[in-house]
């Protein structure tokens, strides 16, 4: 699943890839907007990433529906 993180005062977002569900994430961004602490996430690859709550503009969170590879016949 892709998320996009919107950080405040900074032009570039943040994308990445998880294995996580949307509900876990939606849960992760909840928590951590209401205590104050950092949103963590970890992305396909192992990194993780980890986000001021304070500095947060606004998380995307794709659909939990894996993504098709391959060539389209027409």
Not at 34 to 45: I, K, N, V, Y
Not at 62 to 72: C, L, M, P, S, T
Request: charged share 25%; glycine share 10%.
């Amino acid at each position: 699943m892709e998320i996009t993180i919107g950080v405040q005062h900074v032009a570039r977002e943040l994308v990445l890839e998880t294995d996580q569900t949307s509900e876990k994430v939606v849960a992760d961004v909840r928590t951590a907007l209401e205590s104050g602490a950092p949103l963590e996430l970890t992305d396909t690859r192992g990194r993780r990433i980890v986000v001021p709550a304070a500095s947060l503009g606004y998380v995307e969170i794709g659909g939990d529906e894996a993504r098709k590879v391959g060539f389209h016949n027409l």
